[in-house]
């Protein structure tokens, strides 16, 4: 399927006499189910091929929403990551109230098993005040992830920009990274996963971790599929709590997925006292934690 | 010079007819082939299983990832260490009454590393993607050093098995005449034309003795590096400096007690008394006491120095295992399996074959359950608690296929020391005569 889509690519790209050689990253909008329909509307736009052309092409050539199916692009593009950019998340813990509308959102995005979590919802003992309050905790992305050093096939890696990922085509299913994880952020498919003959067909795509694969490691993934067109992640968006925040370091922004308000994080930081999981271990992760204090409502 | 061999009264044919006569298909060997044939196909069977349904058939689970696969993974890279220590440490050192020893540890060392390797992809969610280590493998990662120093150990264990052996092959040549066409062919081929002559055996003593001092650092390696897997991780109870030595040392404790058990069952098996004496067993029985001391001090070291610090997670970890959840297997495996067993040798009639052989099963089974205990607490009680999962996540307990599938893995080194027991003498027949003109001089 893949070939025949590129040949109709290339067919199309030499009638049109147009092959720019840039190499530019961002748009999701990928020259998919381009038709060898001759007409043209006039509008021209740049749009950048699988090997990583820059060409402009008539919008009426184009399918836009299409999701790429060739596996090679997903797999190189999964693992580039997007230029320029570093994921954080922050979790407000005065916030959550164990919804667990993240979870469920989670776990039906990566076709997950009601026993696998990227994300739980743990209920934390509070030592000082003798209370609990609920903790999300996902898989912390570290900037020094101890997960990526032991793995011996570079399955999972660390991408430009803060996410951390795992190949499930590549995974020798060993869960050196799973007795890594300082976290306990990765789980493992030990039997067939969920679904898994309805998803035989589908194209993997690592942003995603779908399909699932038997005998391999998946984890949270930032929902790096979202980020790529600018979304935010699953749970994020799922929360009705005002819980999380998701944005770029690099801007100093991130937005709640609740009231899709956009603050400076490092404000929200200092302002809230945050804190993130351990730092002693020096993992250094994008996730941060504003402590549980006393309801402001 | 040597009370161990006592041979004065043995003449060299009388020698070459008994060790010799071990090599052959008796009637006894081909029913215990068999049975461990048929055993290791049961066995399998439950492999074929797991291939199918995935690692999900095994008690193994989030929390607990690594359970008995890798514990028994551990063990057998600990008990083939023994080699090193036998015909290497103590043969460089001249000790000389290892000498009839040595080729019973490198069988030991031999089947068990080679089996190790195999252990390894048992416990593989892809098996099918093996080759990815060698297509893709990273230097970062300690299981890659893992499998280059395995491998390395079975290449140099087989060749230090194989070249001091030349001498025999040639004998086998020379003297088995009624032996399967395939096997006399075989010695044929893999005694490299050797005639015994001065020149020969310098250039065979001058590669042993290479292969010897090779092999040292490589065997600290393979186990330093086993210990790695868990030491290198940020996990209360694996995060120990001293997990290389500690490692080490305990597997000079397994290795003695698994040789011990060879030497008693090739011993009664093929008539050696003359040669495998109660003096070999006394002395074996003094090294494993030596080895079991210094294995004792790291345990103490071990236990000891995170305990006393209160409130961090290595001491919560330490604290389960002295009378927490741990606390049952953990006294029987110390007091059971190490400190009693060392304390009976100490008394001479604990030497002889059969005590110290039923002895050394104990030790070799509390060596066993040690590994399960430095594998699978510590993933019992991560930093983070176990919630949200099901029931029996909070716990490890293997299933069938699980025990079998190891199961398999001894029966394949008793296969595989059987056949080679049976294809080679397993006593060193040219240094036993060497030994014996020594003395007569």
């Given at each position: 399927?893949a070939?025949?889509?590129?040949?109709?690519?290339?067919?199309?790209?030499?009638?049109?006499?147009?092959?720019?050689a840039?190499a530019?990253?961002?748009?999701a909008?990928?020259?998919q189910?381009?038709s060898?329909?001759?007409?043209?509307?006039?509008?021209k736009?740049?749009?950048?091929t699988?090997d990583?052309?820059?060409?402009?092409?008539?919008?009426?050539?184009l399918k836009?929403?299409?999701?790429?199916?060739?596996?090679?692009?997903?797999?190189?593009?999964?693992?580039?990551?997007?230029?320029?950019?570093?994921?954080?998340?922050?979790?407000?813990?005065?916030?959550?109230k164990n919804?667990?509308?993240?979870?469920?959102?989670?776990?039906?995005?990566?076709?997950?098993k009601?026993e696998?979590?990227?994300?739980n919802?743990l209920?934390?003992?509070?030592?000082v005040?003798?209370?609990?309050?609920?903790?999300p905790?996902?898989?912390q992305?570290?900037?020094n992830?101890?997960?990526?050093?032991?793995?011996?096939?570079?399955?999972?890696f660390?991408?430009?920009?803060g996410?951390?990922?795992?190949?499930?085509?590549?995974?020798?299913?060993?869960?050196?990274c799973?007795?890594?994880?300082?976290?306990?952020?990765?789980?493992?498919?030990?039997?067939?996963?969920?679904?898994?003959?309805?998803?035989?067909?589908?194209?993997?795509?690592?942003?995603?971790?779908?399909?699932?694969?038997k005998?391999?490691?998946?984890?949270?993934?930032?929902?790096?599929?979202?980020?790529?067109e600018?979304?935010?992640?699953?749970?994020?968006?799922?929360?009705?709590?005002?819980?999380?925040?998701?944005?770029d370091?690099?801007?100093?922004?991130?937005?709640?997925?609740?009231?899709?308000?956009?603050v400076?994080?490092s404000?929200?930081?200092?302002?809230?006292?945050?804190?993130?999981?351990?730092?002693?271990?020096?993992?250094?992760?994008?996730?941060y934690y504003?402590?549980?204090?006393?309801?402001?409502? | 010079?040597?009370?161990?061999?006592?041979?004065?009264h043995?003449t060299e044919?009388?020698?070459?007819?008994?060790?010799?006569?071990?090599?052959n298909?008796?009637?006894?060997?081909?029913?215990?082939l068999?049975?461990?044939?048929?055993?290791?196909?049961?066995?399998?069977?439950?492999?074929?299983?797991?291939?199918q349904?995935g690692?999900g058939?095994?008690?193994?689970?989030?929390?607990?990832?690594?359970?008995?696969?890798i514990?028994?993974?551990?063990?057998?890279?600990?008990?083939?260490l023994?080699g090193?220590?036998?015909?290497?440490?103590?043969?460089?050192?001249n000790?000389?009454?290892?000498?009839?020893?040595?080729r019973?540890?490198e069988?030991v060392?031999?089947?068990?590393?080679?089996?190790a390797?195999?252990?390894?992809?048992?416990?593989?969610?892809?098996?099918?993607?093996?080759?990815?280590?060698?297509?893709?493998?990273?230097?970062?990662?300690?299981?890659?050093?893992?499998?280059?120093?395995?491998?390395?150990?079975?290449a140099?264990s087989?060749?230090?098995?194989?070249?001091p052996?030349?001498?025999d092959?040639?004998?086998?040549?020379?003297k088995?005449?009624?032996?399967?066409?395939?096997?006399?062919?075989m010695?044929k081929i893999?005694?490299?034309?050797?005639?015994?002559?001065?020149?020969?055996?310098?250039?065979?003593?001058?590669?042993?003795?290479?292969l010897?001092?090779?092999?040292?650092?490589?065997?600290?390696?393979?186990?330093t590096?086993?210990?790695?897997?868990?030491?290198?991780?940020?996990r209360?109870?694996?995060?120990?400096?001293?997990?290389?030595?500690?490692f080490?040392?305990?597997?000079?404790?397994?290795?003695?007690?698994?040789v011990i058990?060879?030497?008693?069952?090739?011993?009664k098996?093929?008539?050696?008394?003359?040669y495998i004496t109660?003096?070999?067993?006394?002395?074996?029985?003094?090294?494993?006491?030596?080895?079991?001391?210094?294995?004792?001090?790291?345990?103490i070291?071990?236990?000891?120095?995170?305990?006393?610090?209160?409130?961090?997670?290595?001491?919560?970890?330490v604290?389960?295992?002295?009378?927490?959840h741990?606390s049952?297997?953990?006294?029987?495996?110390?007091?059971?399996g190490?400190v009693?067993?060392?304390l009976?040798?100490?008394?001479?009639?604990?030497r002889?074959?059969?005590p110290?052989?039923?002895?050394?099963?104990?030790i070799?089974?509390g060596?066993?359950?040690?590994?399960?205990?430095?594998?699978?607490?510590?993933?019992?009680?991560?930093y983070?608690?176990?919630?949200?999962?099901?029931?029996?996540?909070?716990?490890?307990?293997?299933?069938?296929?699980?025990i079998?599938?190891?199961?398999?893995?001894f029966?394949l080194?008793?296969?595989?020391?059987?056949?080679l027991?049976k294809?080679?003498?397993?006593?060193?027949?040219?240094?036993v005569?060497?030994?014996?003109?020594?003395?007569k001089?």
């Open positions: 399927m070939n025949k889509n590129d040949k109709s690519r290339r067919k199309f790209l030499q009638s049109l006499g147009l092959a720019g840039s530019v990253a961002g748009s909008l990928l020259l189910g381009c060898e329909s001759n007409t043209a509307s006039g509008n736009v740049k749009v950048l699988a990583n052309k820059l060409v402009e092409v008539d919008v009426a050539h836009p929403g299409d999701k790429i199916q060739d596996l090679k692009y997903l797999q190189k593009r999964g693992r580039e990551g997007i230029p320029g950019k570093k994921f954080v998340m922050v979790v407000d813990l005065a916030k959550c919804a667990r509308k993240c979870m469920k959102a989670c776990q039906s995005a990566h076709q997950l009601p696998m979590h990227h994300l919802v209920e934390m003992e509070d030592p005040r003798d209370t609990s309050y609920w903790m905790k996902t898989c992305h570290c900037d992830p101890p997960c990526v050093s032991v793995c011996p096939v570079d399955a999972t660390k991408r430009q920009d996410i951390v990922l795992i190949d499930n085509e590549r995974c020798i299913g060993c869960r050196f799973v007795a890594a994880c300082p976290y306990s952020a990765r789980t493992f498919n030990w039997t067939e996963p969920k679904n898994s003959e309805k998803f035989a067909e589908v194209t993997y795509d690592m942003e995603l971790n779908v399909p699932q694969k005998g391999t490691v998946t984890k949270c993934a930032f929902s790096a599929d979202q980020v790529r600018g979304k935010l992640p699953y749970c994020v968006s799922a929360c009705p709590n005002g819980v999380y925040y998701f944005g370091q690099n801007e100093d922004l991130v937005t709640n997925g609740t009231t899709k308000k956009t400076r994080l404000q929200l930081l200092d302002d809230n006292a945050a804190y993130t999981l351990m730092p002693e271990l020096g993992t250094k992760p994008s996730v504003l402590p549980p204090r006393e309801s402001e409502e | 010079m040597n009370e161990t061999i006592t041979k004065e043995l044919e009388q020698i070459d007819q008994d060790l010799l006569k071990n090599v298909w008796g009637g006894k060997s081909k029913v215990w068999s049975f461990l044939t048929i055993s290791l196909i049961i066995c399998l069977y439950y492999y074929y299983q797991q291939l349904n690692l058939v095994t008690g193994l689970h989030d929390y607990v990832s690594w359970g008995i696969y514990s028994n993974f551990v063990f057998f890279v600990a008990t083939s023994i090193m220590l036998i015909s290497s440490v103590l043969g460089l050192m000790v000389s009454w290892v000498k009839p020893l040595a019973i540890a069988l060392a031999v089947a068990f590393a080679m089996v390797g195999l252990i390894i992809i048992t416990d593989m969610g892809r098996p099918d993607r093996l080759l990815n280590v060698f297509i893709h493998g990273r230097v970062q990662s300690p299981i890659v050093w893992d499998i280059a120093v395995v491998v390395t150990y079975v140099i087989t060749l230090l098995l194989y070249i052996m030349l001498p092959i040639a004998l086998c040549r020379d088995l005449k009624d032996v399967p066409k395939w096997q006399q062919k010695y893999l005694a490299l034309g050797w005639s015994g002559n001065a020149k020969q055996f310098k250039i065979m003593n001058n590669y042993t003795r290479i010897l001092i090779l092999i040292i650092p490589i065997a600290l390696s393979i186990h590096v086993t210990s790695w897997l868990f030491a290198m991780t940020l209360s109870g694996w995060d120990s400096p001293i997990f290389g030595p500690y080490v040392s305990g597997a000079f404790v397994a290795g003695c007690a698994a058990i060879a030497m008693y069952f090739f011993q098996n093929y008539k050696l008394k003359d109660v003096d070999h067993f006394d002395r074996m029985g003094r090294l494993l006491v030596l080895v079991a001391l210094v294995y004792v001090y790291f345990n070291n071990e236990i000891i120095v995170p305990g006393y610090k209160a409130n961090t997670a290595d001491a919560k970890h604290h389960e295992m002295l009378y927490g741990e049952l297997m953990f006294w029987l495996v110390q007091l059971g190490l009693i067993p060392f009976l040798i100490l008394f001479k009639p604990m002889k074959p059969l110290l052989m039923l002895i050394s099963i104990v070799l089974a060596a066993w359950f040690k590994r399960v205990l430095i594998v699978v607490p510590t993933q019992l009680a991560p983070y608690p176990i919630q949200n999962e099901p029931e029996h996540w909070t716990s490890y307990s293997p299933t069938v296929p699980e079998a599938i190891t199961a398999a893995s029966i080194v008793l296969l595989i020391m059987t056949v027991a294809l080679f003498p397993v006593i060193p027949i040219w240094e005569k060497e030994e014996l003109n020594h003395n001089k």
